[in-house]
């Protein structure tokens, strides 16, 4: 039996996706093998990649001055190879700093070259996201980095700010939504949520946009070399790459992300309904218009019966539920793939508990 998965991610991925990377996994293609014992150089596996580069832009709607990179160590690495490969000599980011993952790209970020909080968020317990004009802006900005979605602190952004260019951690609600490309020089995120298993960062970078970097990289780190070589310069997270393009299929099937977003609205209205019509049983703190469609955060009158509740919801074979260590309290991660039955579930689930206490 499936379990209603409510992770932050890895989360759960469409189950005909599972089954169909099942049925094809030991015999390839006819190949005498699976994907993941072929060569990276062999003809099976290059159709793959090239299928999936495809339909990364065709459902991103991603323009052609972007070109589209698959690369190893998530969306923790690009909070280091962005400044390496956008910033020139006296140039500094400014960083929206809306919650933990964005308090992450700024740390990171510092480490190799010039940065500032353009906005922090934090000593009001990341509630909300800011105002467009709340954004300040330094001398010397090339970019300001964003967080379209807050994981842990369950935020989304919607108003972007403006008068800078933008680059954007959208890990977390991935290709849930239809993308502004003339915002951003850069769109980066990891895929295990909306996309993928874990593995990969896919990253968006106008080439326009590349700088000459202060100190020389090596080639790993640069984004030069892989768009020179269509991200196969070395062996690519294969796997990651073959599920997405599976994913992506789905997608584009099913009507692009104008259908992803809203499926995700809708889903995200259900499990808010059902904390605002519980008389401050259950309560999330963020501003409503910031809500995340993504990570619904709510918490309990005490710690009794958050226990108690996030025990019930394992013997209903719902997993994930609890909150980010760093913050506590509960969290259902509602991505793309996950069912409506299991959000439906959930809001019974709370409905019957909040009638027990
Ligand atoms: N940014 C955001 C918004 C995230 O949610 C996460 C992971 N949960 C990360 C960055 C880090 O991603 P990764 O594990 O791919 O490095």
Redesign the pocket.
């Known amino acids: 039996m499936r379990a209603h998965n409510f992770g ?2 890895p989360c759960t991925l469409p189950v005909d996706v599972l089954e169909e990377a099942q049925a094809e996994f030991v015999d390839f293609a006819g190949s005498g093998m699976s994907l993941i014992e072929l060569s990276h150089r062999s003809p099976e596996y290059d159709r793959v990649h090239r299928r999936t580069l495809e339909l990364t832009r065709s459902v991103s709607g991603a323009p052609d001055d972007f070109s589209i990179l698959f690369i190893q ?5 690009q909070f280091g190879m962005i400044p390496m490969n956008l910033l020139g000599a006296g140039e500094q980011a400014g960083y929206v700093v809306s919650g933990s ?1 964005g308090k ?1 790209a700024f740390a990171d970020g510092r480490v190799v070259a010039d940065g500032y909080a353009a906005w922090d968020g934090e000593p009001d317990g990341y509630r909300r996201m800011p105002r467009p004009d709340e954004v300040r802006q330094e001398d010397n900005t090339r970019y300001l980095h964003v ?1 379209s ?3 842990i602190g369950g935020i989304r952004m919607t108003d972007y700010p403006v008068g800078a260019r933008l680059v954007a ?1 959208m ?2 609600d991935y290709l849930s939504r239809p993308i502004e490309w003339d915002r951003f020089d850069l769109v980066y ?2 895929v ?2 909306n996309l993928a298993p ?1 593995g990969m ?1 896919v990253v968006f970078v106008r080439e326009s946009g590349l700088g000459d970097p202060v100190h020389p990289l090596p080639k790993y780190l640069d984004y030069r070399w892989h768009i020179e070589s269509d991200s196969l310069g070395n062996t690519p997270p294969m796997f990651p790459i073959y599920l997405m393009g599976k994913v992506l299929e789905r997608v584009a099937a099913a009507g692009g992300l104008a259908a992803v977003e809203a499926e995700a609205a809708e889903r995200a209205r259900r499990v808010y309904a059902a904390i605002d019509g519980s008389n401050g049983f259950y309560t999330n703190p963020v501003a409503v218009p910031d809500r995340s469609h993504m990570n619904v955060v709510f918490t309990l009158p005490d710690a009794d019966r958050e226990r108690a509740f996030l025990d019930g919801a394992a013997d209903r074979n719902m997993v994930g539920l609890k909150g980010h260590r760093s913050v506590g309290g509960c969290r259902a991660s509602l991505y793309a793939a996950l069912p409506m039955e299991s959000v439906d579930a959930l809001v019974d689930y709370m409905g019957e508990f909040r009638a027990r206490f």
Request: charged share 15%; no cysteine.
């Open positions: 932050a991610g160590g998530g969306a923790t690495l993952w992450a967080t979605n807050e994981t951690d890990s977390s995120g990891g295990q949520k874990s960062a």
